[in-house]
């Protein structure tokens, strides 16, 4: 049985959800919400060491103002419906990705539920917020580049440049999902990527259900994971 440890998740297909019923674009991102509390409860009690969602990406910023400002009022929606329970269940958040250009007070509560869950010991839930993956890879080759002139490394191979990466204390990622029929991975943690499970369900965000996760967990257990081997 293949090892299965972390998985990421490509929310996408809130918009369209929502164009389906004839509602605002934002009520699919509000039901979206609803949704990660549901997967990320299961993928806990399913016994997964890290979830990890791609919230905002770093190209996100070019939808219409009114839009960005709804999806940056969601982490006071998620956190303030749904920390007790992340408490309750033993879960702790983390975050990756440039903090900076988020508000203010999206950036605080976000800073707030990961030093409230810091203490816990269950699955690690994950948010990638204003992330980009090319973005993450040039930051790591600047902090070494800076370790490098500094005389703290001399070597870099695989191993010491994951150290330099936002998800260093992560295990690797096993499985890659992408909800909505989208086939192409936007930016995604295109290092950590590399030798990754990937699938793409047609199911868009809100409807993705813990029966969905259970169908792509079976899947994943059939596939022949050789990483470049032969057995």
Not at 23 to 28: A, H, I, S, V
Request: aromatic share 10%; net charge neutral.
């Amino acid at each position: 049985m293949n090892t299965l440890e972390h998985i990421a998740i490509i929310m996408d297909g809130n918009g369209r959800w929502a164009k389906q019923r004839n509602l605002p674009r934002t009520m699919g991102h509000k039901k979206g919400v609803e949704k990660v509390r549901e997967i990320a409860i299961y993928a806990n009690e399913l016994g997964l060491k890290c979830l990890t969602l791609y919230a905002f990406s770093t190209e996100n910023w070019k939808r219409p103002e009114q839009e960005v400002n709804y999806l940056m009022s969601l982490p006071k929606v998620f956190f303030s419906s749904y920390l007790k329970e992340l408490m309750a269940n033993n879960i702790r958040v983390t975050m990756i990705g440039d903090l900076k250009r988020i508000p203010e007070e999206a950036r605080k509560i976000f800073t707030d539920a990961i030093e409230k869950t810091s203490g816990n010991t269950g699955m690690i839930l994950n948010f990638a917020l204003n992330y980009g993956g090319r973005d993450e890879i040039i930051r790591a080759c600047q902090k070494y580049a800076q370790d490098y002139k500094d005389g703290i490394t001399s070597n870099l191979d695989e191993e010491t440049f994951k150290n330099y990466l936002m998800t260093s204390d992560l295990p690797e990622v096993d499985l890659m999902i992408r909800t909505s029929n989208e086939i192409r991975i936007s930016n995604f943690l295109l290092y950590q990527l590399a030798y990754s499970e990937m699938m793409f369900v047609e199911t868009f965000w809100p409807d993705f259900s813990c029966q969905d996760l259970d169908k792509c967990i079976a899947e994943y257990q059939m596939r022949k994971r050789n990483f470049g081997a032969v057995k």
